[in-house]
Each structure stands twice: as C-alpha cells, then as structure tokens.
Nanobody, 128 residues
Framework: QLQLVESGGGLVQPGGSLRLSCVAS????????MGWFRQAPGKEREGVSS????????YYADSVKGRFTISRDNAKNTVFLQMNSLKHEDTAIYYC?????????????????????WGQGTQVTVAS
C-alpha cells in the first residue's frame, strides 16, 4: 500500500513562493505517475501538474505554466512542487496523488479521477 504525505503549505503574500513536498512510502516502485492537484472552497479538484517518474515527462495546467515546476528526488521517493509568483487564485488545499499507469495525454495526467492514491493535503493561502 502506498502512503503519500504532503508538506510545505502555508500563508504567503501575492508574488511570493512556496515549495511543496510529497513523500511516498510503501510500494513505491509500482507508482509511475505522481501529480499535484488543488481544491479551492466550493470548487472541484483540479490538476496542477504531474510527472511520469519513469522518463521525467511533465505536465502543467495552463493556469500555472511558467510559474510552477514539478520535480522529483527518486532516492528519497519525494516529489516537489515549486510555486513562484503566487496569486490569490492559487489559494487551495494542495494534494499529492500517484498511480501505476503512465500518462498518454495531458488530460489523463491532470485528471483527478484517474488517480487512486492520495495524500491528506496541505493548505496554501495567498493573501496580503
């Protein structure tokens, strides 16, 4: 069984930066795709970024391209989300997710319904 634990959320001013971490433990070798999702109050969960950990391919939502960067440290079973130039609309609970398939399309890579394994989430608040 795979466990995912996120950290790194917090309160930041607009224009600021945060780095989220997601540590995977358990049956990690089977899980080839890891992603970050977010859910704001009253909104559906949306895909932010994901990575094919097999070849390093990355996927980003249009709303975060050029501002967010996903990366990994395979030795530590950790995936990161570096978030720069944060905006009010980035405020949400951010979740880490993983699954055993390799994404074929961006829609699949960023589709929350595609993932079976989830962390508990970490709150990111962007406010003055």
């Amino acid at each position: 069984q795979l466990q995912l634990v996120e950290s790194g959320g917090g309160l930041v001013q607009p224009g600021g930066s945060l780095r989220l971490s997601c540590v995977a433990s358990g049956a990690t070798l089977r899980f080839l795709t890891m992603g970050w999702f977010r859910q704001a109050p009253g909104k559906e969960r949306e895909g932010v970024s994901s990575m094919n950990t097999n070849d390093g391919s990355t996927y980003y939502a249009d709303s975060v391209k050029g501002r967010f960067t996903i990366s990994r440290d395979n030795a530590k079973n950790t995936v990161f989300l570096q978030m720069n130039s944060l905006k009010h609309e980035d405020t949400a609970i951010y979740y880490c997710a993983a699954d055993e398939w390799l994404p074929l399309t961006t829609a699949q890579a960023l589709g929350a319904e595609e993932y079976d394994y989830w962390g508990q989430g970490t709150q990111v608040t962007v406010a003055s």
